[in-house]
């Protein structure tokens, strides 16, 4: 090692350490060679970096998460539908995109306020995650339009049901401040390798047929 054999007198790495309780925790090791030659001498400094792997964590979640739901932002679901695209590239698999916008939920927001269209958006969130599958990506881009990445399709003839899934949520009322509100919702798909073979292609297909069925 350079510090063994005096060619370095310093280096830092981080690591984990273990507690009695068998539990792990993050550490940052610096050590110093303060004499060199055959009778070295090094100082330790062990510091205990769980607080600020934590809140590295945290701002990477809130970076990649939208904030009122909890589900992947625009950025983590651009991430998550190029790897998925690579991978169904490689295994020869189709894949699916949904895009999603919430009919009349702009006459809700602009009358009621903002409180009520937020507690709305929530529960949408939620019975959305509920209706796709495990392996789907639910993610909301911004506003009252939200996505879903439908992946491990052995073919196309499965997404019709899963988008009626999806509108079938919508049938029941949602209660927000002690009232009972209908929303409905308009979906566009487009799939790979169809429409498209990148994330630009496959969600401008996607858009375009969300206005379609809006109108």
Known sequence: APLLDGTEQYAKFETMHKRKDGTQYPVEVSLQLTRPGNDQVFVAIILDTTERHDSLQKLDYMANHATLTGLPNRVLFSDRLSHALQHCERNRHPLALMFLDLDGFKVINDSLGHP???????????????????????????GDEFTIILEDLDDLNSIPDIAQRILRSFEEPFEVQGRRMFLGASIGISTYPQDGHDVTALMKYADVAMFQAKK
């Open 116 to 142: 009520t269209g937020d507690d709305l958006l929530q529960q949408v969130a939620q019975r959305l995650e509920d209706a796709a599958r495990k392996c789907d990506t639910v993610a909301r881009l911004g």
